[in-house]
């Protein structure tokens, strides 16, 4: 890592910054990086030793795991996240594309679906699964292109639209709904409260096109380091901002644990929103009614991440996502008892994997290096042990684990034969483990929760009622990879580059 990890002495303060940024995940760096190519000088202070947030990666022994990034979509030319990642200087790294014919695989019970790259390509290969739908599917298509648009009208009535009541009443065969509903691990699938917008945007870019990294996801926060340091900015690691100073009604410092001090014009936090208001100790502008709604507001749930490392050539590569349930319950199965009932199984792009210029897979004959293991988890399930910290949890906690491991590998292994015997070794990850690393309450994986029911009192803003300091990240517009995107474009656009 380039990142500057700053000795100097504590009482020093740092008055040249433009822009102080606290937390490096992606919002954060994305915002550093967008500000920097405009001539603004910034700094971003990580409370932790190592940058990225969820675009990080461990190692351990030669491997390199991944805690977030495990696809994204539309990186094509005219695609969804193309001009955005083009701008940001990400699309240089090594992506792969997914298999068209079928980039995420769901298997439900006994029956598996494809879901093809390609809108007309997706509503034809699920018609020859389920030929009656063919009219459903095109409006469902219809509506995930209307949710890319730029209407505010739009965005408005999909927000305050149920996705669980919608996909009901559009499709006949509640199957179906499964299927689409399969692959949406990248978001939180509840019915009482998920708006039909989140649910057509976190899913309509993969099928335009699907891509994973040859490499770890550290790779996208590497590249956006490296530019904001070679425009003259600063990511400064082992800097935990315990404080944002409020003085005449903006906010001038951001002050860190060992004293150092970070003034500038404008301040921008990556962090869980209720975590930024705790930062703001007193204050002319926030009301206590702010920082109870930023407090009391529900957060999504946590995941549980089963990381694997396998025996050389063992198991066979497969160039896309597959995702496994018991039951047609993929709405709901994380509620309830038993053992995991779904998951999430992704597959490292091996290091020896050789790509065309556009992005394609030349060789096929490849063998797994690693493969992760997802399913939802919900704070109640590790809450017992929310007393304990990294590296200093019970033994109860690591049987849970050591159970919870064994199951997800069990219901891999429907789909994957032999998968046990590939293993070589195995690490894993809960909602406690986001926590500790990241701030983020019960470990929620995709921040404050929106409702369809209330899509004003869950819709956070990107300004707060200090005026210089600002918010981004996946709890502000949208969560995920291109969520995050969108909203580090959206406030950096509410900022003035002197």
Same mark, same amino acid.
């Given at each position: ?61 030669? /491997? ?94 999909? =927000? ?24 949406? =691990? ?13 649910? =057509? ?69 990556? *962090? ?17 009614? /702010? ?11 946590? =995941? ?40 999430? *199984? ?122 210089n300091l600002l918010l981004t990240g996946q709890s502000i517009i949208l969560h995920g990879l291109q969520g995050v995107t969108m909203t580090a474009f959206e406030t950096t656009r509410n900022i003035t580059v002197k």
């Open positions: 890592m380039t990142t500057s990890s700053s000795t100097q002495n504590s009482s020093e303060s740092h008055n040249n910054t433009t822009a102080c940024i606290i937390g490096s995940g992606l919002g954060g760096l994305e915002c550093a990086r967008i500000l920097a190519s405009q001539g603004c000088c910034v700094t971003v202070l990580e409370r932790q030793r190592q940058p990225g947030g969820c675009m990080q990666s461990y190692r351990r022994g030669d /491997f390199d795991l991944d805690t977030g990034m495990h696809y994204v979509g539309g990186l094509a030319q005219g695609q969804t996240l193309h001009d955005a990642f083009e701008k940001l200087n990400l699309l240089h790294l090594p992506w792969v594309r997914l298999d068209s014919d079928g980039f995420d695989i769901i298997t439900i019970g006994k029956r598996t679906f494809h879901l093809a790259e390609g809108y007309h390509n997706f509503v034809d290969t699920l018609t020859r699964a389920f030929p009656s739908e063919r009219k459903a599917l095109e409006k469902y298509v219809d509506t995930m292109i209307l949710s890319n648009g730029n209407d505010p009208k739009t965005a408005r009535q999909l =927000m305050e639209t149920n996705a669980w009541d919608w996909l009901n009443e559009t499709f006949d065969d509640p199957l179906l709904v499964n299927v689409l509903s399969g692959s949406s =691990m990248k978001l939180e699938l509840r019915k009482e409260s998920l708006p039909l917008f989140t649910f =057509m945007h976190c899913n309509s870019s993969y099928i335009e096109s699907a891509w994973r990294l040859r490499g770890s996801g550290s790779l996208i926060a590497q590249s956006l380091i490296n530019d904001i340091e070679a425009m003259g900015g600063k990511v400064v690691c082992n800097a935990e901002v315990v404080e944002l100073k409020e003085t005449n009604g903006c906010i001038t410092e951001a002050i860190c644990q060992d004293g150092r001090r970070y003034a500038a014009d404008t301040f921008i936090s990556d *962090i869980h929103p209720a975590a930024a208001c705790s930062l703001v100790k007193e204050s002319q502008k926030i009301r206590r009614v /702010f920082r109870r709604r930023m407090t009391e507001q529900s957060n999504t749930f946590g =995941m549980f991440t089963v990381s694997l490392v396998l025996k050389p050539r063992k198991l066979r590569y497969f160039n896309h996502n597959h995702y496994v349930y018991r039951n047609a319950d993929v709405w709901d199965f994380y509620l309830k008892d038993g053992p995991v009932g779904g998951e999430m *199984i992704s597959c490292r792009v091996p290091d020896d994997a050789k790509v065309s210029s556009d992005g394609r897979l030349i060789d096929n004959d490849l063998w797994a290096e690693q493969i992760d293991l997802l399913t939802p988890m919900t704070w109640n399930e590790v809450e017992q042990w929310a007393d304990t910290t990294v590296g200093h949890r019970t033994a109860s906690y690591k049987a849970f684990k050591a159970r919870k491991t064994k199951e997800c590998i069990q219901l891999a292994e429907t789909v994957l034969p032999g998968l046990s015997e590939a293993i070589e070794s195995v690490y894993t990850s809960s909602p406690l483990t986001y926590r500790d690393y990241t701030l983020t309450p019960h470990g929620s994986a995709f921040g404050m929760r929106k409702d369809s029911h209330n899509a004003l009192m869950t819709e956070i803003s990107i300004r707060t009622p200090v005026p």
